[in-house]
């Protein structure tokens, strides 16, 4: 209830209904006066105007009047209507119009104000002459019909006080609904835009002004609000973007210096074993070379040959992997037949059972290598490749290609740079390899084969001869689907690199 | 009869380089370090000094390019167990042996060789050398 008294249309029905009651009775009450002052003049005006002719007439008569004619006078006076009472006193004589009670003859008050003595009748004295003889005429004139007259009036006044002050107040609540209505509008939709609705617009069809200018700032500010919302959003989406691409390529950096410590370790490792290698090699030479042809020892010894060997090619493949001179590389024009003499080699090792596809571009485009290494890296993913499809089936595809390296890239590989490189990419449909698996497979000596199968080291291999040649490798791989892997190596034109010095000269 | 010098710290290697040496026929003197080949290379010059690269005391590039100074004519083989390696107190720790045996070359080695190495390579290399040192 109190609430409702502090809404629009009831504070302002309040206010015209006090203003009314202050107003409205002085207003009513000062028509009244006007109305019955008027009356009461007219009235006073009549009576005496009326005794005045009465009195002249009696006056005028030549000779003196008769009782009769007197009494026949104040009764036609009393006909007339005009009045109630009508008396005539000439000396010591004095009349009364017959159609009067005597008792109601011998009252007169003298009236000077309408309404005066409270006996609802007008008396009115009028001296004149009658002859020799100075005479009074009385006449009483009733009040009723203008007290009658002035009540009517007054209860017109009030009924069209009260008619005005209905039409008001419904005006006046016509009037507030139509100023409340765009505002609970516009309440309803900012309540809508608090509640999370920003799409919601405002807006009034009010043409008060005021209520348009609030509904127009409140417009402004749901805009400017929307606007920073999204800003924001926005924002929030590309920090965010900004954090995965950042984790990305932080996981990238630490596995690639993960890896340049395993390959420093492994060439620490590996140049003490050559140390013990290289007399193992040449005193098992020396043992063999004198051992007597048929000795027993000689097979034993040969082994020990063999083993030596062996362990030989381990080193190497550690030291591929670990090195990061470029030392050796020289430049070819094209690829493409170093690629075309792995897949040689490719199909020499693996089944003829196996589908190889290979889609060569010729040229592919020129760079700075060792064709060994190239060979030995096409050969060492084949090689994986065919492990992963001999299983289950499918296809190997080797592909070779120019290839634009673009900026989308780069922040995904930080290794590479935007400009021309080679794409050589193996793809297999094979088993695939789960992410942790991926996360892994250029470590040294880790195999998902069986123990025995393998030693660990040829995508380590890999991964050192794409180093050594400045390029970079981008490993997909989905369990049950495939695994593509594409090396990057960057193009180099021939007048970019000097002459690469080997190690051994031998002029 | 050739006359070589072998420079190892390790034991084992300088006695089987030796044997594979004299087997072919050199007439051969082994040392420790650098200091003690050039002494030896003092006391009697040799057509061929053949020098490990990281040792103790004088490294092999130090002891090449001293050689290559004093006798210009004596040819040199320097060699390396590959990956890395650093002399002692060293920072950083590990460095391509690929760089050791560049410089060495470029101070004037005549061939270097990443063990392990097959003794019949290296006599063949040795006996090359030593022939161009005759030509010249």
């Given at each position: 209830?109190?609430?409702?008294?502090?809404?629009i249309?009831?504070?302002?029905?309040?206010?015209?209904?006090?203003?009314?009651?202050?107003?409205?009775?002085?207003?009513?009450?000062?028509?009244?006066?006007?109305?019955?002052?008027?009356?009461?003049?007219?009235?006073?005006?009549?009576?005496?105007?009326?005794?005045?002719?009465?009195?002249?007439?009696?006056?005028?008569?030549?000779?003196?009047?008769?009782?009769?004619?007197i009494?026949?006078?104040?009764?036609?006076?009393?006909?007339?209507?005009?009045?109630?009472h009508?008396?005539l006193?000439?000396?010591?004589?004095?009349?009364?119009s017959?159609?009067?009670?005597?008792?109601?003859?011998?009252?007169?008050?003298?009236?000077?104000?309408?309404?005066?003595?409270g006996?609802?009748?007008?008396?009115?004295?009028?001296?004149?002459?009658?002859?020799?003889?100075?005479?009074?005429?009385?006449?009483?004139?009733?009040?009723?019909?203008?007290?009658?007259?002035?009540?009517?009036?007054?209860?017109?006044?009030?009924?069209?006080?009260?008619?005005?002050?209905?039409?008001?107040?419904?005006?006046?609540?016509?009037?507030?609904?139509?100023?409340?209505?765009?505002?609970?509008?516009?309440?309803?939709?900012?309540?809508?835009?608090?509640?999370?609705?920003?799409?919601?617009?405002?807006?009034?069809?009010?043409?008060?002004?005021?209520?348009?200018?609030?509904?127009?700032?409140?417009?402004?500010?749901?805009?400017?609000?929307?606007?920073?919302?999204?800003?924001?959003?926005?924002?929030?989406?590309?920090?965010?973007?900004?954090?995965?691409?950042?984790?990305?390529?932080?996981?990238?950096?630490?596995?690639?210096?993960r890896?340049?410590?395993?390959?420093?370790?492994a060439?620490?490792?590996?140049?003490?074993?050559?140390?013990?290698?290289?007399?193992?090699?040449?005193?098992?030479?020396?043992?063999?070379?004198?051992?007597?042809?048929?000795?027993?020892?000689?097979?034993?010894?040969?082994r020990?040959?063999?083993?030596?060997?062996?362990?030989?090619?381990?080193?190497?493949?550690?030291?591929?992997?670990?090195?990061?001179?470029?030392?050796?590389?020289?430049?070819?024009?094209?690829?493409?037949?170093?690629?075309d003499e792995?897949?040689?080699?490719?199909?020499?090792?693996?089944?003829?059972?196996?589908?190889?596809?290979?889609?060569?571009?010729?040229?592919?485009?020129?760079?700075?290598?060792?064709?060994?290494?190239v060979?030995?890296?096409?050969?060492?993913?084949?090689?994986?490749?065919?492990?992963?499809?001999?299983?289950?089936?499918?296809?190997?595809?080797v592909?070779?290609?120019?290839?634009?390296?673009?900026?989308?890239?780069?922040?995904?590989?930080?290794?590479?740079?935007?400009?021309?490189?080679?794409?050589l990419?193996?793809?297999?449909?094979?088993?695939?390899?789960?992410?942790?698996?991926?996360?892994?497979?250029?470590?040294?000596?880790?195999?998902?084969?069986?123990?025995?199968?393998?030693?660990?080291?040829?995508?380590?291999?890999?991964?050192?001869?794409?180093?050594?040649?400045?390029?970079?490798?981008v490993?997909?791989?989905?369990?049950?689907?495939?695994?593509?892997?594409?090396?990057y190596?960057?193009?180099?034109a021939?007048?970019?690199?000097?002459?690469?010095?080997?190690?051994?000269?031998?002029? | 009869?050739?006359?070589?010098?072998?420079?190892?710290?390790?034991?084992?290697?300088?006695?089987?380089?030796?044997?594979v040496?004299?087997?072919?026929g050199?007439?051969?003197?082994?040392?420790?370090?650098?200091?003690?080949?050039?002494?030896?290379?003092?006391e009697?010059?040799?057509?061929?000094?053949?020098?490990?690269?990281?040792?103790?005391?004088?490294?092999?590039?130090?002891?090449?390019?001293?050689?290559?100074?004093e006798?210009?004519?004596?040819?040199?083989?320097?060699?390396?167990?590959?990956?890395?390696?650093?002399?002692?107190?060293?920072?950083?720790?590990?460095?391509?042996?690929?760089?050791?045996?560049?410089?060495?070359t470029?101070?004037?080695?005549?061939?270097?060789?990443?063990?392990?190495?097959?003794?019949?390579?290296?006599?063949?290399?040795?006996?090359?050398?030593?022939a161009?040192?005759?030509?010249?």
């Open positions: 209830m109190a609430r409702n008294l502090k809404t249309s009831s504070r302002m029905v309040i206010a015209v209904l006090l203003i009314h009651a202050v107003m409205l009775p002085l207003l009513s009450y000062g028509m009244l006066t006007v109305v019955r002052t008027a009356q009461q003049e007219v009235f006073i005006d009549h009576v005496r105007i009326y005794s005045r002719v009465f009195a002249d007439i009696l006056q005028a008569k030549a000779v003196f009047p008769s009782e009769g004619e009494i026949a006078s104040l009764d036609s006076s009393i006909l007339g209507g005009r009045c109630v009508a008396a006193t000439v000396g010591d004589s004095r009349y009364l017959s159609l009067m009670a005597v008792a109601d003859g011998a009252r007169f008050d003298e009236d000077f104000e309408f309404g005066e003595h006996d609802d009748v007008y008396y009115l004295s009028t001296p004149l002459q009658l002859g020799d003889d100075l005479a009074v005429l009385e006449l009483g004139f009733d009040e009723m019909p203008t007290l009658q007259e002035i009540a009517a009036a007054r209860e017109t006044i009030i009924y069209i006080t009260l008619g005005y002050l209905l039409v008001t107040v419904f005006l006046v609540i016509i009037l507030s609904a139509l100023l409340s209505k765009p505002l609970q509008r516009l309440r309803h939709d900012s309540r809508q835009v608090a509640s999370g609705d920003y799409t919601r617009q405002m807006s009034t069809d009010s043409n008060i002004f005021e209520i348009n200018e609030l509904s127009r700032d409140l417009e402004h500010m749901r805009s400017t609000l929307v606007g920073i919302n999204a800003r924001l959003a926005a924002e929030m989406a590309s920090r965010e973007a900004a954090e995965t691409e950042r984790r990305k390529v932080e996981t990238q950096l630490r596995h690639m210096h890896l340049q410590s395993i390959g420093t370790l060439g620490g490792v590996a140049h003490e074993f050559n140390n013990v290698l290289l007399p193992l090699l040449l005193y098992t030479d020396l043992a063999l070379e004198d051992l007597p042809e048929g000795s027993p020892v000689r097979p034993h010894i040969e020990v040959m063999r083993l030596a060997n062996r362990a030989k090619g381990l080193s190497e493949q550690i030291l591929t992997f670990g090195r990061r001179s470029d030392d050796g590389l020289k430049h070819v024009a094209d690829i493409s037949p170093i690629v792995a897949m040689s080699m490719v199909r020499a090792l693996i089944p003829a059972s196996i589908d190889i596809r290979t889609d060569i571009k010729r040229p592919a485009g020129p760079l700075s290598c060792d064709p060994n290494e060979q030995q890296l096409i050969v060492n993913l084949c090689s994986n490749a065919y492990r992963a499809v001999v299983k289950g089936g499918g296809k190997i595809t592909g070779v290609a120019p290839c634009l390296v673009k900026s989308e890239l780069v922040s995904k590989q930080p290794r590479l740079e935007k400009g021309e490189y080679i794409r990419r193996v793809a297999d449909t094979g088993e695939g390899m789960d992410a942790a698996t991926v996360e892994r497979i250029f470590d040294p000596f880790f195999t998902t084969r069986e123990v025995g199968d393998g030693t660990g080291l040829g995508l380590s291999v890999v991964h050192g001869i794409v180093e050594r040649h400045g390029g970079d490798i490993v997909e791989s989905e369990p049950g689907v495939g695994t593509t892997i594409d090396v190596f960057p193009q180099t021939a007048d970019d690199i000097q002459d690469a010095q080997g190690t051994i000269s031998d002029e | 009869m050739s006359k070589v010098i072998i420079i190892d710290d390790e034991e084992d290697i300088r006695v089987v380089l030796k044997e040496f004299v087997r072919a050199f007439d051969v003197r082994v040392a420790s370090d650098g200091d003690e080949g050039l002494t030896l290379l003092r009697e010059p040799a057509d061929l000094v053949i020098t490990d690269i990281i040792m103790p005391g004088k490294d092999g590039v130090q002891t090449a390019y001293d050689i290559r100074m006798f210009p004519k004596t040819k040199i083989i320097v060699m390396s167990g590959g990956g890395n390696a650093a002399p002692q107190d060293y920072e950083p720790s590990a460095i391509a042996t690929t760089a050791y045996l560049a410089s060495a470029e101070i004037g080695a005549d061939l270097t060789l990443t063990k392990p190495f097959d003794r019949h390579e290296l006599i063949k290399a040795a006996n090359e050398l030593i161009q040192q005759d030509a010249s």
